[in-house]
């Protein structure tokens, strides 16, 4: 168990390998890593879970956009709730949130079966794996 002052400091393995590639490759895009050291240059991100298949872009978060979505709203009040609560308390089964804007959802049991999303959570403790597809 930790202190909930403490869940932001935490590191969630899963979310930082997740968001660390998917920032790699916003910096190839950008061309602020060399064409020549990367093979795979296109694709988009897929989380794999126990039940579907979730593929979209990663929110970093880092825009300085004037109108939010609803999850990232959210997810900033709640870090910044997180701050205001008694350094006692504890938590524990830590998770960290993954905001992917423009989703598309695939069942596992009904590959047929595509939900496209503007915008999903997902817990980091739900995710089996990860891709970069075309």
């Known amino acids: 168990m930790q202190k909930l002052e403490n869940i932001?400091?935490?590191m969630d393995y899963k979310k930082a390998i997740i968001t660390h590639l998917a920032d790699q490759k916003q910096?190839?895009?950008e061309g602020l890593i060399p064409e020549e050291v990367i093979s795979n240059k296109q694709g988009r991100i897929q989380i794999l879970t126990q039940t579907a298949m979730i593929e979209g872009?990663?929110?970093?978060?880092?825009?300085d956009e004037e109108m939010k979505?609803?999850?990232?709203?959210?997810?900033?009040r709640f870090g910044e709730e997180l701050q205001e609560l008694s350094p006692d308390m504890m938590a524990a089964n830590a998770?960290?949130?993954?905001?992917?804007?423009?989703?598309?959802?695939?069942?596992?049991?009904?590959?047929?079966?595509?939900?496209?999303?503007?915008?999903?959570?997902?817990?980091?403790?739900?995710?089996?794996?990860?891709?970069?597809?075309?």
């Open 8 to 10: 932001n400091k935490a």
């Open 27 to 29: 910096q190839f895009e």
């Open 57 to 63: 872009e990663v929110n970093f978060f880092d825009g």
């Open 69 to 76: 979505t609803f999850f990232e709203y959210g997810l900033d």
């Open 95 to 134: 998770t960290g949130p993954i905001h992917i804007k423009n989703a598309r959802f695939k069942s596992i049991s009904a590959p047929d079966s595509i939900i496209e999303m503007d915008e999903i959570i997902v817990f980091s403790d739900q995710v089996v794996g990860m891709a970069i597809v075309k």
